[in-house]
């Protein structure tokens, strides 16, 4: 496992023992919240004629 990685997991596992289950909520919220915008913006650019400006 990258260091990186470890780091990431290990900051996540303290924030949902501090924070609780609400902390795991409101990450997966944020997540799909993402996950809505950039597939908004995919099918945007993909309407206007697509390509890099």
């Known amino acids: 496992m990258a260091i ?3 780091g990431d ?3 996540l596992a303290v ?9 795991v909520v409101l990450l997966r919220r ?3 919240a993402g ?7 995919m099918n ?3 309407r206007d ?3 890099e400006r």
């Open 4 to 6: 990186g990685l470890a």
């Open 44 to 46: 945007r650019h993909h």
């Open 30 to 32: 944020m997540a799909a």
């Open 35 to 41: 996950v809505r915008a950039g597939v908004t913006e």
């Open 15 to 23: 924030a949902v023992r501090v924070f609780g289950r609400d902390a």
């Open 49 to 51: 004629g697509g390509g």
């Open 9 to 11: 997991v290990t900051m």
